[in-house]
């Protein structure tokens, strides 16, 4: 039996969100470039067709309103994903 997988903004976009903040919290992510993170990120939320966002560099204590979803320089800075 196939389960049918539909890309649809609020319920394919929390999981993944949260899939990418497991997978880039990993002591590898961590050791990356911000940049390198940043655009592995995007180009995994290209990919899962997650179209209005922003993914912000931020201090590792400056989070605000949005999610972490990768760590780097470190632990000394975080990557926020903000849905717009």
């Known amino acids: 039996m196939k389960t049918a997988l539909f890309v649809t903004a609020p319920f394919v976009t929390a999981p ?6 497991v997978l880039s919290s990993s002591t590898f992510a961590a050791l990356k470039s911000c940049e390198d993170l940043k655009t592995e990120i995007e180009a ?25 979803v ?5 632990g000394k800075k975080k990557i926020v994903y903000v849905k717009n």
């Open 16 to 21: 993944f969100v949260t899939a990418l903040l």
């Open 44 to 68: 995994k939320l290209k990919e899962h067709k997650v179209a209005t966002y922003t993914l912000e560099v931020v201090d590792a204590g400056k989070t605000g309103d949005g999610k972490v």
């Open 70 to 74: 990768g760590s780097c320089e470190g």
